[in-house]
């Protein structure tokens, strides 16, 4: 997949259809739950709706709050491109693995939850995908081929183009979770 980095094709592939279909998607599969219902665990076992949120917080935070801003800045300094993006290998695979509908992975212990998740978890969510979108804005145009180490692994190297597909490939792949999450309690 090759996609050129300015509004005509970054933005509007990854931005308006990958960013706002997770806010959507996220305010829709909470609608009327009571809270009851978002801390209550499936029959079958896992994370709770509002801990599958808290996960999310934990995963799109360690990238807003890490690697990519400095990315981003390295990205802008280096002015105005016409590069293609093009995903890493290591990108690639990661982003692939994490398609909704494919093999569980182990989840890694900066992001595992296991008691109470923050309070208002839903909005403290979407406010990382306002995040994450905004930070898409600023390096939209530029160089999305600049590499860092993922927050989770100084071995894992992945570029800009690969951290923003990877965070929203990762969002769906967790609000398909949250839907499977409110059939089984009953909503």
């Given amino acids: 997949m090759t996609v050129r980095a300015g509004p005509s094709a970054f933005t509007a592939c990854q931005v308006e259809s990958g960013s706002y279909r997770v806010m959507d998607f996220a305010r829709v ?17 896992g994370w709770n709706i509002a801990q599958v949120f808290e996960h999310l917080c934990r995963a799109n935070l360690d990238y807003l709050d890490g690697p990519l801003p400095g990315a981003i800045a390295k990205a802008r300094a280096r002015g105005r491109s016409e ?4 995903p890493s290998l290591t990108g ?5 693995a994490l ?10 212990k900066p992001w595992r ?6 309070p ?26 600049v590499g860092f180490s993922s927050p989770v692994s100084p071995l894992i190297r992945l570029n800009l ?14 609000l398909g979770q949250v839907e499977r999450t409110r059939r089984a309690v009953g909503m």
């Fill in 120 to 145: 208002n978890v839903v909005d403290a969510f979407l406010s990382t995908v306002e995040r994450v979108r905004a930070a898409m804005l600023e390096a939209d145009g530029h160089d999305l081929g």
């Fill in 92 to 96: 690639g695979w990661l982003a692939g």
């Fill in 99 to 108: 398609i909704e509908g494919t093999k569980p992975l182990p989840t890694v």
């Fill in 29 to 45: 599969a909470v609608s009327g739950l009571p809270e009851s219902k978002l801390r209550e665990l499936p029959p079958d076992g």
């Fill in 113 to 118: 939850v296991s008691g109470e998740p923050r």
């Fill in 161 to 174: 183009g690969d951290a923003f597909r990877v965070l929203v490939v990762h969002c769906h792949r967790h």
């Fill in 83 to 86: 590069k293609p993006w093009r």
